[in-house]
């Protein structure tokens, strides 16, 4: 099976799979590291939404009542029987937030493989519960409205759309009976977003995909962008893996299972030093070769090739750029500058350019607050695990790495959703992030290993366990062909690799940041043997107390047989330097 696709995770979810497929789906979310971090980037997204938009908005027992009289419907994730076993971690935690999320029942929104599903349909399933009528599954119906990006994009493009700063394009190509259909694009300097749908022969939507939008391993180029002469942009500062980067990753992939039609998006700027460089006219272009059919779990080898023409007039004479140029330097030896905010029709970027002094990586956190001390926006490091992000109204899944080489440091580019303008607003630095010395030195002896002794280690209030990992007995039978860890080939199939599992668990100190901290782990032997093919499986983010905790498992590829000792040693770490005092005014309103 190749790495599920987003398409795949949607009908899993909605129980759409027969028990054959989704028994196949169930063990390969059980050994693939890729797919996993999907779920998790999905629940999490889940999780955040039930936490900030449902909190205290219906009684306690509210949920239950509603996943009780939910039982006849389709979605059965929501109310399983009860299993003979324990779920494996990322199925459980999958049903306790689908659970909680019923209470979003009119506007549930989750995140698969870094896309966005809205249904609305999820709605007709709670109201049917509620009158005791269980609906079936109707094939979807294109909607009436002509604007779709308006209610199907984020704040940003909904209020750009609001705005009227949505093209409607209706540019379509057809082969084999299957019609692949551009309908509208809202762009500005910022960013770009189309609105499209494949639909049969009779004109309804069609259960089908892009399979290499999401794809991990696909080699082609699916969407080009150009200027008017029909020269292809390319970012100006390309990726150092440039080699192994995948054409279309950058492209965010959005399906919504109840209209039919999927949106693609990503970021404009990169293409460009300057957003004064962004041309009049752009002109994206379509190459598809296959599409994903979810019914079947498999291709539709076809040709479908157009240009979607893409006007920025109007979208660059709204986008107003405002200079700010404020410098300083931290005690920590963290130089920024506070270049530039642009306000665009769909969202706010922020340019800042920072630097040290010793050349030893350094990240920070924000605030822009509003003249009544409101925070509007925040920005912190991206390596920083959700529960302790200071972020705030960041515009999500613009893939681009948000940072260029300057010749003193890096330029990072920050993105929000639309700010008003009509306010003033202030800079606050809050965090600054250290790179530090350290000197963890664990040393697993191969006999207390076996033995499944569980050995400690501690550096500088950083504690850490490692112990043999073993699977869970009562965790679901593995099927044919999954049962280990798997390498996904490029032409989907998968070759099983032998190695050694460890089981670990830090608990970090409050002044250690909430960044992973197996990212600077050296692993050798008792004679200095390194060992380089290493993959970490993170089942468990916490921050409790001002202490970050982690969990999951190493896996050392072909360590067969164990040496004398393991010992898993560190020079570095992240140290984070709470509440640094600098703010200054960047922006003083309309």
């Not at 890729?34 to 955040?48: A, K, R, Y």
């Not at 100190?509 to 008792?526: C, F, H, K, L, R």
């Not at 393991?566 to 003083?588: C, F, G, T």
Request: proline share 4%; with cysteine; charged share 25%.
């Amino acid at each position: 099976m190749n790495c599920l696709t987003q398409r795949q995770l949607i009908a899993y979810m909605e129980d759409r799979l027969s028990p054959v497929i989704k028994r196949n789906v169930e063990s390969h979310l059980d050994h693939c590291i890729h797919c996993q971090h999907q779920l998790e980037q999905w629940i999490d997204e889940l999780h955040q939404t039930e936490e900030t938009m449902w909190e205290d908005s219906l009684s306690a027992n509210m949920d239950q009542k509603i996943i009780q009289m939910l039982s006849p419907h389709p979605v059965r994730v929501l109310n399983p029987a009860t299993p003979s076993h324990q779920p494996p971690a990322w199925k459980q935690r999958s049903i306790t937030i689908m659970k909680k999320m019923t209470l979003a029942a009119a506007a549930l929104t989750v995140v698969v493989s870094g896309g966005m599903l809205v249904s609305p349909t999820f709605a007709s399933y709670v109201n049917a519960a509620f009158t005791n009528s269980p609906i079936g599954k109707a094939d979807p119906v294109v909607p009436v409205s002509n604007n779709i990006l308006q209610k199907s994009g984020d704040s940003g493009i909904e209020q750009a759309a609001k705005k009227g700063f949505v093209q409607t394009v209706n540019v379509s190509a057809t082969d084999q009976g299957i019609t692949f259909e551009v309908k509208e694009v809202m762009a500005d300097p910022l960013r770009i977003s189309i609105a499209a749908i494949v639909k049969d022969k009779n004109g309804k939507p069609m259960d089908s995909f892009l399979s290499e939008m999401i794809r991990r391993d696909n080699k082609e180029q699916v969407i080009t962008i150009k200027d008017k002469q029909g020269n292809v942009l390319k970012p100006v500062e390309s990726s150092a893996n440039e080699v192994t980067r995948k054409p279309n990753e950058d492209w965010h992939n959005v399906m919504y299972t109840d209209t039919g039609y999927m949106s693609l998006s990503r970021e404009l700027r990169s293409y460009f030093d300057d957003i004064s460089e962004i041309p009049d006219e752009l002109i994206v272009e379509f190459n598809i070769k296959q599409l994903d059919d979810i019914k079947q779990l498999d291709d539709i080898k076809g040709n479908w090739k157009l240009s979607v023409p893409v006007d920025m007039k109007k979208a660059k004479a709204a986008t107003k750029t405002h200079e700010i140029n404020k410098t300083y330097t931290t005690p920590q030896g963290l130089q920024l500058d506070v270049k530039q905010m642009t306000f665009a029709p769909s969202g706010v970027e922020m340019v800042i350019d920072r630097s040290t002094t010793d050349n030893q990586r350094k990240e920070y956190s924000y605030e822009l607050v509003n003249e009544k001390g409101t925070v509007v926006a925040a920005w912190d490091s991206k390596t920083v695990i959700r529960e302790a992000s200071k972020q705030n109204n960041v515009i999500k899944h613009l893939k681009w790495d948000h940072s260029r080489s300057t010749e003193n440091g890096t330029r990072d580019f920050h993105y929000f959703q639309p700010i008003d303008a009509s306010q003033s607003l202030t800079f606050k630095l809050g965090s600054v992030y250290t790179e530090e010395a350290a000197k963890l030195n664990a040393k697993l002896d191969a006999n207390r290993l076996e033995k499944k002794e569980v050995i400690t280690a501690e550096d500088q209030g950083d504690q850490f366990t490692f112990k043999k990992y073993q699977k869970d007995p009562k965790a679901i039978v593995d099927v044919e062909g999954y049962d280990g860890h798997h390498r996904v080939n490029d032409d989907g199939t998968t070759t099983k690799l032998e190695g050694y599992d460890l089981a670990f668990e830090a608990t970090l100190s409050p002044d250690t940041a909430a960044m992973g901290p197996y990212q600077y782990w050296t692993i050798t032997n008792e004679t200095g043997k390194k060992y380089e093919d290493i993959d970490y499986l993170i089942d468990k983010t916490e921050y409790e107390n001002d202490r970050a905790i982690f969990g999951g498992s190493i896996f050392l590829e072909n360590l067969t047989t164990l040496p004398k000792q393991l010992i898993i040693s560190s020079e570095k770490r992240m140290v984070e330097h709470k509440n640094v005092e600098w703010e200054v005014p960047i922006y003083a309103g309309k």
